[in-house]
């Protein structure tokens, strides 16, 4: 058990646990992209502990970016979107793979999308390590996922309560 400021956490999923199921999108998105240069985006600052394992593993030439938009405080998804900040790549012409920590209901995925559209990618497929099917509320397509959770909120492997958390090497959920 661990306490981040108020809230106590329980072992939920463990390093090997995460470590493996990054591997094998690895080794899927690899097949998929062979003999392309894909970039991989990831959206900071939850996704890049996963980011930097999934690149390690990634077999084949490929880029790297990172972007950050959302704002997200405390456990409720607040729904309010920043503006997307950081992306100096163009990515015009080339394929793209958004690289998430955790897609929940799916807003900020899909603000990304749209935004990012308008960039004229030679195509555009999502990866996010952690995804709630009970929570999602949108129709894009999520292309490659890590593990899927209950409708639980989570630390650790680079996700945060409150800024504290992200480095868990493996993940917690809140006790109730
Ligand atoms: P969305 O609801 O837009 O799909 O998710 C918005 C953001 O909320 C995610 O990118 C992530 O930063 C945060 N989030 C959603 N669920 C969780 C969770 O269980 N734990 C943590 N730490 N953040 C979460
Ligand atoms: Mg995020």
Known sequence: MITLHDKTFVPFISESEINQAIKNLADKISIDYKGETPIFLGVLNGAF???????????????????????????????????????????ENHHVIIVEDIVDTGHTLEYLMNILAEKKPKS????????????????IKIEYIGIEIPNKFIVGYGLDYDGLGRNLPEVYQLKI
């Open 49 to 91: 502990m996963f980011l930097g394992e999934l690149m390690k593993n990634y077999k084949g030439n490929c880029e790297l970016s990172f972007t950050k938009l959302a704002s997200y405080h405390g456990t409720m998804t607040s729904g309010i979107m920043k503006n997307l900040i950081g992306l100096n790549e163009n990515i």
């Open 124 to 139: 555009i497929k999502t990866a996010t390590l952690f995804f709630k099917p009970d929570a999602y509320k949108k129709n």
